[in-house]
């Protein structure tokens, strides 16, 4: 059963003491994997992927039948200093398009098998202006993160989060600045598509916030609240229970991952059940990748946030694991093993 949590001080301690992943189970696939007809390696990281799968799972011969695919939106006050090439009523508009099954995600997670699941956060309450105020009080960001514990389905066999929120590359960038250091320009990019001029004022925003909030911020939740966004909050309140729920995760681009680099940093090893869906072309993505020891499976120069990324990226695990379950074994087939 999922436990439950009801203050920010719960919630760091379900981050801190954790379930792991069967090491039975990967054992046995480790087992299988080096019997099946095909010289040893030769399918390379969709090796690893299924061993890892299967580890998550408890079952060495595993199947992907039911993936989860949960968009979450929120609104953005920072967008009033002029940081996005779109306005806020367009997260409205998009969540709309997502539930007509009318955005890219969805015909992705069409093709995956997955249906695209909506929760739009409050949109006529965007977060407060973080180079003024905490972005969201603690009431805010608690409400936001059992949002997302609640969203996923304990009967999901892998999930993927993905957002919608105006001004969101924004506040990833601020977390990412606040946790790992730098400037600005390290770690903030065009986002939506923005010219030189307000990528120039977007690491001004980015400075401005952090430099207000570094005393007040005590830890990588303390970034989440004073930084971050509805949105953001409730992708690490579902990929938290997930790794409860023993559902693998393939994580999306830089907003994603710079929600759940609050929960890394707490602790190092909680995102072992997740692995990354690709590289965006957000210039900060790859270092952001690279504090939370990932390597992502695909990178195709993508930029649009959704989850489209991740939801692309469950065919790569659909296919290493219908190698690993399906293929004969050498006894099975009859082939020598040499």
């Given at each position: ?294 390597q992502p499976l695909l990178s195709l120069g993508l930029r649009l946030g959704e989850g489209s990324g991740a939801v692309l990226a469950i065919q790569i695990l659909k296919g ?19």
């Amino acid at each position: 059963m999922l436990p439950q949590f009801s203050t920010l001080d719960d919630f760091r301690s379900l981050v801190t003491s954790l379930p792991n992943t069967d090491k039975a189970a990967m054992q046995a696939a480790e087992d299988r994997n080096a019997m099946l007809t095909k010289p040893p390696g030769a399918l390379a990281r969709l090796e690893d992927l299924a061993i890892w799968y299967a580890g998550w799972r408890g079952d060495a011969k595993p199947q992907i039948q039911k993936p989860q695919v949960i968009v979450f939106a929120g609104n953005h006050g920072v967008t009033a200093q002029g940081v996005s090439a779109f306005p806020p009523e367009v997260t409205a508009q998009m969540v709309a398009n997502f539930r007509a099954d009318g955005a890219a995600v969805n015909q992705l997670a069409n093709l995956a098998g997955a249906k695209v699941e909506v929760h739009a956060l409050r949109l006529d309450q965007p977060t407060a202006d973080f180079t003024t105020a905490p972005a969201m009080s603690e009431e805010e960001l608690l409400e936001a993160l059992q949002l997302g514990w609640s969203s996923v389905d304990s009967k999901a066999d892998v999930l993927v989060v993905g957002e919608m929120g105006i001004g969101n590359t924004t506040s990833g960038s601020a977390i990412c600045l606040a946790l790992f250091g730098g400037s600005a320009a390290d770690w903030t990019g065009r986002g939506t598509g923005i010219s030189d001029a307000s990528l120039e004022l977007k690491n001004q925003v980015v400075t401005t916030a952090t430099t207000l909030h570094k005393t007040a911020i005590k830890d990588s939740v303390d970034v989440l609240r004073y930084l971050g966004g509805r949105e953001l909050a409730a992708m690490a309140g579902a990929i938290l229970a997930a790794r409860y729920l023993r559902i693998p995760v393939i994580l999306d681009g830089f907003i994603c991952c710079a929600a759940m680099a609050c929960l890394a940093e707490l602790n190092a090893e909680v995102l072992d059940h997740c692995v990354a869906g690709h590289q965006s072309a957000e210039a900060a993505h790859p270092a952001l990748l690279k504090q939370l020891n990932k390597q992502p499976l695909l990178s195709l120069g993508l930029r649009l946030g959704e989850g489209s990324g991740a939801v692309l990226a469950i065919q790569i695990l659909k296919g290493a694991i219908a190698c690993h379950s399906g293929m004969a074994t050498f006894a099975e087939a009859g082939v020598a093993a040499g």
